[in-house]
């Protein structure tokens, strides 16, 4: 066993079955972890070494740790930054037995979800912003968190009936990239396009509308900051969205093929909108 700073803070499941900081990773179902994603007392779940590693160098604080004994030492400069947190071990079907699945890759952390980021100011630090409406798939939503990211948009929008990014499978999908790229939760959408027009934006919308424009013909200029609508997988951007924003964009399809996948169409967008030099 690694050397760890503490070491009466390592606890076995099997001893721990009345123990309630277990419950955070009790059978961990989607529906269970949604209802707790308020700041106050939320958390959300870190899954594998690289996604726990990556929460914690954004800043994130671990309430605790769960992983297999033999995976120990995958962590220990994590354990050591947090010495008070309680590291919970177990063979692998007993972490089966807890979580509800095979934990692959061995570690899980439950994570303190820290406060919002100011819309506000992250409409002023940025010129180059993506919204996402109503993404319901959890991989979808980590796919294009990773593009975001990867291809240089400053901050990501997420309407208020978007899956959470911090969800564990999202967070997965996006390699962790969701803990290093601002995002933000809307209140109201679509009225919030209003606050990111008076912040300066033009506001575009990825669909193939009749009055859609080529995503090659928007001109993006430096001097402009931009703000980009991808829609909901089945039902594409709402009609209401479309009514406010400034210029529907779409990405000419061949062969009778009628869209492309959200992650998809995110990722050529974004390239489009941050391959010019901006401010
Ligand atoms: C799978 S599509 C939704 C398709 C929806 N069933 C429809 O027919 O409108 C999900 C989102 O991906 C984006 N998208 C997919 N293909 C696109 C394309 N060729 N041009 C522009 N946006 C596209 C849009 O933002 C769209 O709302």
Not at 52 to 73: D, Q, T, Y
Not at 116 to 137: G, K, Q, W, Y
Not at 210 to 228: G, H, R, S, Y
């Amino acid at each position: 066993m690694p050397e760890i700073t503490n070491p009466e803070r390592i606890l076995r499941v099997e001893d721990l079955h009345e123990d309630a900081r277990l419950d955070e990773y009790l059978r961990l179902s989607e529906a269970h972890l949604r209802m707790r994603t308020d700041v106050e007392n939320g958390l959300y779940i870190a899954e594998s070494t690289t996604v726990v590693n990556r929460a914690i160098n954004a800043g994130h604080v671990p309430r605790s740790f769960l992983l297999a004994e033999k995976h120990l030492g995958q962590l220990t400069e994590e354990f050591e930054r947090f010495p008070e947190a309680p590291i919970f071990i177990g063979d692998d079907q007993q972490l089966q037995d807890l979580v509800g699945f095979h934990l692959h890759r061995g570690a899980m952390a439950s994570m303190n979800r820290p406060a919002p980021l100011d819309l506000s100011e992250v409409l002023t630090a940025s010129s180059r912003i993506a919204i996402l409406e109503d993404v319901a798939d959890h991989t979808n939503l980590g796919a294009i968190m990773r593009s975001a990211s990867g291809l240089g948009v400053d901050a990501v929008l997420i309407t208020p009936k978007c899956v959470d990014p911090w969800y564990r499978r999202s967070a997965r999908v996006s390699m962790g990239t969701v803990f290093d790229l601002p995002w933000v939760r809307l209140n109201s959408w679509p009225e919030d396009i209003q606050i990111l027009k008076e912040h300066g934006y033009t506001m575009l919308a990825m669909e193939l509308t009749e009055d859609a424009v080529p995503l090659n013909a928007v001109e993006i200029t430096q001097a402009k900051k931009f703000a980009m609508v991808l829609g909901n997988e089945g039902r594409g951007v709402a009609e209401q969205t479309l009514a406010l924003v400034d210029q529907a964009v779409m990405i000419p399809m061949h062969r009778e093929v009628s869209s492309l996948n959200v992650g998809a169409a995110s990722a050529i967008a974004f390239w489009h909108l941050c391959s010019a030099p901006r401010n």
